[in-house]
């Protein structure tokens, strides 16, 4: 595309009154300059994509997943059911930081609750958050 730009601004004697900043010639660099597309291949995994929906919520969980103490949280209850105190003093937090963070874990379906009289419980929700994590983990600890 900078190619036929280029060629397009000096064929028509009109470079010097268009000003190409650096960046725009950085973005045009950086586009794909092959002219043939596997048609065949872009409509097949284009059958395979997901909806924006799906793909949104699973941008979600990946963005919450930012957040060391969070990760702190989920790494704990990788192991094993814990209670809010309990997580709270693992981890060196207030009762209510852990809480403000479970909430938002909870929200997006990655943790569950249950209660026992007046103690909250947190697991991980399913195998695939355990998953999740377990494989997120070994890739970071095998760059290492």
């Known amino acids: 595309m ?3 730009l280029e060629y397009l601004l000096n064929y028509f004697w009109i470079w010097d009154f268009i000003m190409v900043t650096a960046e725009l010639k950085e973005k045009l ?3 794909c300059e ?3 597309i596997d048609v065949d291949k872009a409509r097949a995994v284009r059958g395979l994509m997901k909806p924006d929906p799906v793909i949104n919520s699973l941008s979600e969980t990946f963005k919450i997943l930012g957040d ?3 990760v702190k949280i989920l790494m704990a209850l990788s192991y094993r059911e814990l209670c809010v105190c309990d ?3 693992l981890i060196g ?7 403000h963070q479970l909430r938002l874990l909870r929200n997006l379906r990655l943790v569950k ?3 026992e009289g007046r103690i909250v419980y947190y697991s991980l ?3 695939h958050i355990e998953s999740l994590f377990k494989a997120g983990l070994e890739h970071v600890i095998e760059k290492e």
């Open 2 to 4: 900078y190619i036929i």
């Open 29 to 31: 660099d950086d586009l």
């Open 34 to 36: 092959a002219h043939f």
């Open 68 to 70: 060391p103490t969070r």
């Open 87 to 89: 997580i709270a003093n």
């Open 93 to 99: 937090l207030t009762v209510s930081a852990i809480s």
């Open 113 to 115: 609750h249950r209660k």
């Open 125 to 127: 929700d399913d195998p």
